[in-house]
């Protein structure tokens, strides 16, 4: 059974949760910003991935 941070999330999901837009969210994964693969055309993330840099972006916004 896989574990409930295992989900995979799609550009839309993950823009809803850093508050991006999905085009933003697609070209950080391309850029390998934000971990991510492709399954087909569409980049797919794991919602573990997205908490961790959730949490990265939050600590650097506290520093500023």
Do not use: Y
């Not at 087909?40 to 959730?54: A, L």
């Amino acid at each position: 059974m896989a574990d409930k941070d295992d989900i995979l999330l799609n550009s839309r999901e993950v823009a809803f949760m850093l508050d991006l837009s999905p085009d933003t969210v697609n070209e950080f994964a391309r850029r390998n910003i934000i971990p991510a693969f492709k399954k087909g055309r569409q980049w797919r993330f794991r919602k573990r991935d997205i908490t961790s840099v959730k949490r990265q972006l939050r600590g650097i916004n506290a520093a500023a």
